[in-house]
C-alpha cells in the first residue's frame, strides 16, 4: 500500500486549503483512510476518516465543521477541504489507511497557518 499526499502550504488564518492523498496497492478486501495530523512536540492528532465503501465518515471535534473528508473512488484519492483555518492548524497532515488490521503512512505535507 502506498499512500502520497500534497496540497500542504501556507495560508492566512481564516483561509482555505485542500489536501489530497493518492492511494494504490490494494488488492481488495475493505480499508479505511484517514487524515492525522502532527504538531511539534505533541502527538499525532486523528482528524477524518473514510471507509473504502465512502461511508462512515468521523471527525475530530477540533475540526467537525471546518473540515471535510471525501473521497474520489474512480481515482482512489482523498482530499481534507480545510476551512477556516487557524495558526493552531499548523501541523504535518499525514494520509493514513487501515487496511487488514495494519496502518500505512504517506510521507506528510506541511500546512502552516501564519499571517
Not at 495530523?37 to 471546518?66: C, M, W
Request: proline content about 3%; overall charge positive.
Amino acid at each position: 500500500v502506498q499512500l502520497v499526499e500534497s496540497g500542504g502550504g501556507l495560508v492566512q488564518p481564516g483561509g482555505s486549503l485542500r489536501l489530497s492523498c493518492a492511494a494504490s496497492g490494494f488488492t481488495g478486501g475493505s480499508y479505511s483512510l484517514s487524515w492525522y495530523r502532527q504538531a511539534p512536540g505533541k502527538e499525532r492528532e486523528f482528524l477524518a476518516v473514510i471507509t473504502s465503501a465512502g461511508h462512515n465518515l468521523q471527525y475530530a471535534d477540533s475540526v467537525k465543521g471546518r473540515f471535510t473528508i471525501s473521497r474520489d473512488r474512480d481515482k482512489n484519492t482523498i482530499s481534507l477541504q480545510m476551512n477556516s483555518l487557524k495558526p493552531e492548524d499548523t501541523a504535518v497532515y499525514y494520509c493514513n489507511a487501515r487496511y487488514f488490521g495494519r496502518d500505512y503512512w504517506g510521507q506528510g505535507t506541511q500546512v502552516t497557518v501564519t499571517s
